[in-house]
């Protein structure tokens, strides 16, 4: 049973599509993020939510839009898809700040051709 | 901006011997630090973490040390296994941040 789970696992469209990726959390966590793993493998905050309430927002460009329907969902949604985007997009969850460990899902490899 | 530096982006070790996995930070407010393991096309997945109040913890053959002075961590691995082999990134936050900061991870190859 998996605790964070994301879909799709891989996406390959074109330039100026709007695409989704999905994702859910059985874990009863209050927080879930989304994090981008670029070309040179870091791992980088993107957003994050807390009881459906954004949290964090790093430095994204505004294509890329969050939406979390309650506590154990949440999705990103990309508009005008470009070249740069392509990358792997993690999911995670977590329970409230500080210590605690966060949940990762395995993963959606986006690639934007 | 890095806070958190893995300078090893590689390590080969032999199977049975110690992995010794390296970690630095820049960012004085972190005081919880974490261990992840990843394999190609899976998710990172937690392996062991380690609170400021100490300076070791110990889980199996996974032990990490904290250095607070020199802002630096470490894991041991002993013995080092072949299914050891993964990417290793070490994570950092603070008492009341949400996020994570990670280093760029250290491919390591446990050779039989």
């Known amino acids: 049973d998996t605790a964070v789970s994301q879909t799709p696992k891989y996406l390959v469209t074109q330039m100026g599509n709007d695409k989704s990726i999905k994702c859910e959390q059985n874990l009863g966590h209050d927080t879930m993020y989304w994090y981008k793993q670029d070309s040179k493998k870091f791992l980088k905050i993107m957003f994050s939510?807390?009881?459906?309430?954004?949290?964090i927002n790093e430095t994204v460009p505004n294509r890329f839009s969050p939406k979390s329907p309650d506590k154990a969902h949440l999705n990103l949604h990309i508009n005008s898809l470009e070249l740069g985007d392509s990358a792997v997009y993690f999911c995670?969850?977590?329970?409230?700040?500080?210590?605690?460990?966060?949940?990762f899902g395995q993963g959606t490899r986006l690639t934007v051709v | 901006d890095q806070q958190v530096k893995q300078n090893s982006p590689s390590l080969s070790v032999q199977e049975g011997r110690i992995s010794i996995l390296n970690c630095d930070y820049t960012?004085?407010?972190?005081?919880?630090f974490l261990w992840y393991k990843k394999y190609p096309a899976e998710g990172p997945t937690f392996l062991i973490s380690i609170s400021s109040i100490k300076d070791k913890n110990e889980d199996g053959r996974f032990t990490v040390f904290l250095n607070k002075s020199a802002k630096h961590l470490s894991l041991h691995i002993v013995p080092s296994q072949p299914g050891d082999s993964a990417v290793y990134f070490c994570?950092?936050?603070?008492?009341?941040?949400?996020?994570?900061?990670f280093g760029a991870g250290t491919t390591v190859t446990v050779r039989a």
């Open positions: 995670a969850s977590s329970q409230g700040a500080g210590t605690g460990n966060a949940f």
């Open positions: 994570a950092a936050r603070g008492s009341n941040d949400y996020k994570l900061s």
């Open positions: 939510y807390n009881n459906k309430e954004l949290i």
């Open positions: 960012n004085s407010m972190f005081d919880y």
